[in-house]
Nanobody, 126 residues
Framework: QAQLVESGGGLVQPGGSLTLSCVASGFTLDDYALGWFHQAPGKERTGVSCISRDDKTTYYTDSVKGRFTISRNSAKTTAFLQMNNLKPEDTGVYYC???????????????????WGPGTLVTVST
């Protein structure tokens, strides 16, 4: 069964860094645009960073520009989100998503995505 599993979350102080991973099983990521989505406590899930199928185009929401970097490994099995200078408002559950036809901009802005993985919890706090 094809699925994505996120990991790498944890508790970090403001200003700290984390790297999230998203491992694909049952398929490879080379034919998919990828996205990382954030759901803060009590709020809806929103896209924070997305990358095109060929890795040439990226999208970042304004609040994470210059702090987060999306990538995938050369084997096309794992996606990453490098998060630097973390802020308390970055707290929440992070999910990844793979979509074969959308641009990064469209993927990150879509509100109709279904079948999410378990996510990984990031807590930024002193």
């Amino acid at each position: 069964q094809a699925q994505l599993v996120e990991s790498g979350g944890g508790l970090v102080q403001p200003g700290g860094s984390l790297t999230l991973s998203c491992v694909a099983s049952g398929f490879t990521l080379d034919d998919y645009a990828l996205g990382w989505f954030h759901q803060a406590p009590g709020k809806e899930r929103t896209g924070v960073s997305c990358i095109s199928r060929d890795d040439k185009t990226t999208y970042y929401t304004d609040s994470v520009k210059g702090r987060f970097t999306i990538s995938r490994n050369s084997a096309k099995t794992t996606a990453f989100l490098q998060m630097n200078n973390l802020k308390p408002e970055d707290t929440g559950v992070y999910y990844c998503y793979a979509e074969p036809f959308f641009s990064p901009d469209r993927l990150c802005r879509d509100r109709s995505l279904e079948e999410w993985g378990p996510g990984t919890l990031v807590t930024v706090s002193t």
